[in-house]
């Protein structure tokens, strides 16, 4: 059997290494390792996702009993430590005895037994003091430390946002984030209650079909689940598609579509009628998707492999056509921590790559056809002013007079959702009318 903090140490080395996706890589993990029981998968997750969520934090308090830069330590090391930081600084339910004591034992388990001392006395000092943190005088570096917020993102949203809200925004990320599910309406069963059956609590949503759901384990390893009951989405995601508003017998088209959660959910609300094109530029996504509908049993969904913006050179025109652009992330950080640490060169080019993917879907879309932009980040750049250039060179196309998204926009021209701690993740939306 394998050890949670072994496995946690391993995972966040090769998420680090890798720059890999903290949600796809546990999944993978858990799947293949011989876990000891559901509490030891369970524990595996939270530390490698404390880990990434807090590690800013973690090195912070790890740095007042070092004398030497963190960085001159071994990596396994800095990995083992900032594991049991979380554990003694954060975690309630683990006894810093036994956290420092396993600690200790896994670095000789681990090839870094001549650590071992220093990881003893370490801890012991972080578990006697407890948390610490700049004094909140010194803004930046405070909140920096407090949310594991690099200062390049503290001070974009200070910016965008200004001070209050880029808080809250930084506040709604921190914990574990509610899992939504949407309900498959074609199976003919109360899915609910089977869900509850399954030992799940069910809690309805304001989103027809929607509901966050608590005690799940492996969602993957349900009954409801094997049987094409509901896949997972977050409201915010299934919010876009209600959006889109797609209606039996049309065509519709999903571009950037991968894993596949917008494209069953249109399909659902279409009751499977008319035809769902879902486009990636990876086939192994594709399959995914492929999969997913099959389960669901979905048999409008459509895959396209490659560009999306070479969709038109493809696809006949269509009814409805959603561009969920690739983007920086900054919405859903909550969910996948990792994304924080980026280097923000890495965002320059997004919104110019946005503009003309948008350019190249709306040629898809038929007179008198709806053409939706939606990205999962929170950046200005890659949202309003991509929106505003679109409506400014583009002939053709106007803000859309749909009577739901006016009522969520009020009195702007798109509409900005902010992570909540007990809602959905970050995420805007526009929607455009083609002219008949």
Not at 3 to 9: F, I, P
Not at 150 to 174: M, N, S, V
Not at 216 to 229: C, M, N, V, Y
Request: charged content about 25%.
């Amino acid at each position: 059997m394998t050890s949670a903090r072994d496995a946690a140490v391993k995972l966040l080395l090769k998420i680090e290494k890798d720059n890999a996706y903290s949600t796809l890589s546990v999944a993978e993990e858990s799947e293949k390792t011989a876990f000891a029981d559901g509490r030891e998968q369970a524990l595996f997750a939270a530390l490698v996702y404390g880990v990434l969520e807090r590690r800013l934090a973690l090195d912070y308090n790890l740095a007042q009993y070092l004398s030497a830069p963190l960085k001159k330590l071994h990596p396994k090391t800095l990995c083992i430590l900032r594991v049991g930081a979380l554990q003694i600084l954060f975690m309630d339910k683990i006894p810093a005895r036994a956290a420092v004591s396993e600690a200790v034992a896994q670095a000789k388990r681990m090839g870094v037994g001549f650590t071992a001392g220093l990881i003893n006395a370490v801890l012991r000092k972080a578990a006697d003091r407890g948390p610490v943190w700049p004094p909140e005088g010194d803004r930046e570096a405070y909140l920096t430390v407090r949310y594991s917020c690099p200062g390049w993102l503290l001070r974009h949203f200070t910016e965008c946002y200004g001070d209050e809200k880029a808080e809250k925004i930084l506040a709604a990320f921190e914990g574990r984030k509610p899992l939504f599910l949407r309900l498959n309406p074609l199976r003919g069963v109360n899915v609910a209650a089977r869900l509850e059956e399954e030992g799940l609590t069910v809690t309805p949503t304001d989103l027809d079909g929607c509901v966050s759901v608590a005690g799940t384990g492996d969602i993957a390893s349900l009954d409801a689940f094997r049987k094409g009951l509901f896949h997972v989405q977050d409201r915010s995601s299934q919010l876009c598609c209600k959006l889109l508003g797609a209606k039996p017998g049309e065509t519709v088209v999903d571009c950037c579509a991968a894993p596949g959660g917008k494209t069953f959910t249109v399909a659902e609300t279409m009751n499977d009628k008319g035809v769902v094109y879902a486009n990636d530029v990876y086939e192994h996504k594709i399959r995914l998707i492929e999969e997913g509908a099959a389960r669901l049993g979905l048999t409008s969904v459509r895959t396209v492999l490659g560009d999306a913006a070479d969709l038109p050179d493809k696809l006949p025109p269509a009814d409805r056509v959603l561009c969920d652009a690739p983007c920086s992330g900054l919405g859903v950080i909550g969910r996948k921590p990792e994304i924080r640490y980026k280097d923000p060169a890495s965002l320059a080019g997004l919104p110019e790559l946005q503009y003309r993917l948008l350019r190249r879907c709306a040629e898809l879309v038929k007179p008198g056809g709806t053409l939706l932009y939606s990205t999962c980040t929170l950046n200005p750049a890659e949202n309003e002013a991509v929106c505003d250039r679109f409506l400014g060179e583009t002939t053709g196309f106007s803000l859309s007079e749909d009577p739901f998204y006016r009522s969520l926009c009020g009195n702007a021209r798109y509409k900005t959702f902010f992570p909540k701690p007990d809602g959905g993740d970050g995420f805007f939306v526009a929607l455009f009318r083609r002219k008949p």
